[in-house]
């Protein structure tokens, strides 16, 4: 089956060029909006858990989104930003975006953990220990209805962000198509 949709996929290239690059953008925007939305999911439920479960900074968070990786709000800016660039510039484009985000937040992190490490001593070094720092193993993708929750008054704090990207990212697509057929 996957190598008939291959053949399908290659030979219209040749056949349909038109139709194919349709299909991939199609694609391409279904893949970065499902990431820009995933990413909002992850941002708003790290968000709401910890604001919820910690006392003014006075607990260490780590169940949840917390409990899968030590940067949830990090992990969903990462995530819609790359699905923002699959949506609207070319695949090449990941890796500058991979570079800025990386010199922008590594650092940043850094700071937070000696501000935990401080605050929470071996207790945080234990969760340092159990818990992925960067991205979440791959065997808890599976099972995120566990870790990642969506509380209606969570979503408050990120609305905004969340509406004007998702806008801005339609606009912008609109522009494009309308640009094509203006130019055929």
Request: hydrophobic share 50%; charged share 15%; aromatic share 18%.
């Amino acid at each position: 089956m996957f190598l008939g949709l291959g053949a399908i996929i290659l030979l219209s290239n040749s056949v349909f060029p038109h139709q194919r690059q349709l299909f991939l953008d199609g694609a391409l925007n279904a893949i970065g909006m499902g990431l820009i939305l995933f990413g909002f999911l992850f941002r708003i439920s790290a968000r709401g858990y910890k604001e919820e479960n910690t006392s003014n900074g006075n607990a260490l968070v780590k169940d949840g989104p917390y409990a899968i990786i030590r940067n949830p709000m990090y992990f969903g800016t990462f995530i819609i930003g790359t699905g923002v660039v699959i949506m609207l510039l070319e695949l090449w484009f990941f890796f500058l975006f991979a570079v800025i985000f990386c010199m922008i937040y590594i650092p940043q992190m850094k700071k937070e953990e000696a501000v935990l490490l401080k605050r929470f001593g071996q207790g945080y070094k234990e969760y340092c220990r159990s818990t992925p720092k960067y991205f979440p193993r791959f065997d808890y993708l599976f099972r995120l209805n566990q870790y990642v929750s969506l509380k209606p008054f969570w979503i408050k704090k990120e609305i905004i962000s969340l509406v004007t990207t998702v806008l801005v990212v339609i606009m912008i697509e609109t522009w494009e198509y309308a640009r094509l057929l203006w130019h055929k």
